[in-house]
């Protein structure tokens, strides 16, 4: 499954920019020929140049453009669901193709218009090729500038998404607003964590990294996202949040036992319960904060949760071993199988 490259994402040109490359394209050409050639063949030739030149520029030009856009079809489902989510996936196809599709119709434009300047009987003839040749190409291009837009902000869209590897093991830490998942992130990572905007959210997400044996493993923080239940968002938060299913090798949930993220044991355990609900994913809860957590609190979050450890992110006491947990439940059975699966090949 491919992954969006920002780097081969193609600048898209606007109808008034291709308008004028065109023009340009055509005015280069100057005239040659010897001075002996009559001057109506000259024309010709020039007339033909002009067409040929600035037909391909355009033609190559909008196909390039289209060729560059990824292939939705080849996409990694993450991917493919957020643009799905935005655009419409029929939508998505259907500009690119379009955009794309032009270039056939400007070749054909140019090859009748040059056929009929060489069968031109008087530079009269000449001139009126040349104007309905030059008013079709512009009109065309005005055609498409809904599209062009269109794909322009796609291209925008495409390029403020989250630098995450879907095909990397990812690690998806979830829980209530202020339980501790941002430092968990921190304390975990090989690197300091990336920060990026996350789409249809005013929150951004936290992307780290963890190195094991050469292998690289992504851990994300969602704030704004994983923290409430999704029967309080609308319907395309709830698509963007559910996105994430195709990222998640596991999920970990952190639960605060203390009063101080300001959310009850219940409403955590409720958002615990519709998490293992919406996603496929192995997913895991540990306790944070039990450093200044009571005894009391601690027995009845374990009661709750069943976690699979207690940690302390504020000194990040515990949090290897809730990685290392993780790792070696879910994340090397994979990676041997995949390993073995090559073997045998």
């Known amino acids: 499954m491919e992954v969006v490259d920002k780097a081969k994402l193609p600048y898209i040109y606007s109808a008034d920019e291709l308008i004028s490359m065109f023009l340009a394209a055509y005015g280069r050409e100057e005239a040659r020929g010897s001075e002996a050639e009559p001057a109506f063949v000259r024309q010709k030739r020039l007339e033909i140049r002009r067409i040929v030149t600035s037909g391909k520029t355009i033609a190559t030009t909008l196909r390039e453009m289209a060729l560059r856009m990824p292939f ?166 709830r698509q963007a949040v559910l996105a994430l299913k195709h990222l998640a090798g596991a999920i970990l949930f952190i639960v605060d036992p203390t009063p101080h993220s300001g959310y009850s044991l219940d409403t955590q355990l409720n958002l615990w319960r519709e998490i293992r609900e919406s996603f496929p994913a192995p997913a895991v809860a540990v306790l944070n904060k039990v450093d200044i957590a009571t005894e009391e609190e601690v027995k009845k979050a374990r009661e709750l949760f069943s976690p699979i450890a207690e940690m302390s992110t504020a000194n990040c006491q515990g949090t290897k071993d809730v990685v290392d947990y993780i790792l070696n439940k879910y994340y090397v059975p994979q990676a041997l199988e995949k390993l073995r699966a090559t073997a045998r090949r």
Not at 204 to 229: E, F, M, N, W, Y
Request: glycine share 4%.
């Open 72 to 237: 939705l079809d080849k996409l990694h489902p993450f991917y493919r669901e957020l643009i799905d989510v935005v655009f419409g996936a029929q939508n998505y196809k259907h500009v690119v193709a379009k955009v794309g599709n032009a270039h056939v119709a400007i070749r054909a434009i140019a090859k009748e218009a040059i056929t009929v300047v060489r069968t031109a009987p008087d530079k009269k003839g000449i001139l009126e090729a040349k104007r309905m040749y030059k008013a079709r190409i512009i009109d065309l291009l005005n055609d498409l500038k809904p599209e062009l837009d269109k794909m322009r902000e796609i291209v925008l869209f495409l390029r403020k998404l989250p630098a995450i590897d879907p095909n990397l093991f990812t690690i998806v830490v979830a829980g209530a607003p202020n339980v501790g998942k941002s430092s968990f992130v921190r304390c975990v990572s090989t690197a300091k964590p990336e920060v990026a905007e996350y789409p249809f959210t005013t929150k951004q997400i936290h992307l780290g990294h963890i190195v094991l044996r050469g292998d690289k493993v992504q851990v994300i923080d969602t704030p704004g996202l994983l923290d409430r239940p999704l029967s309080e968002r609308n319907q395309i938060e």
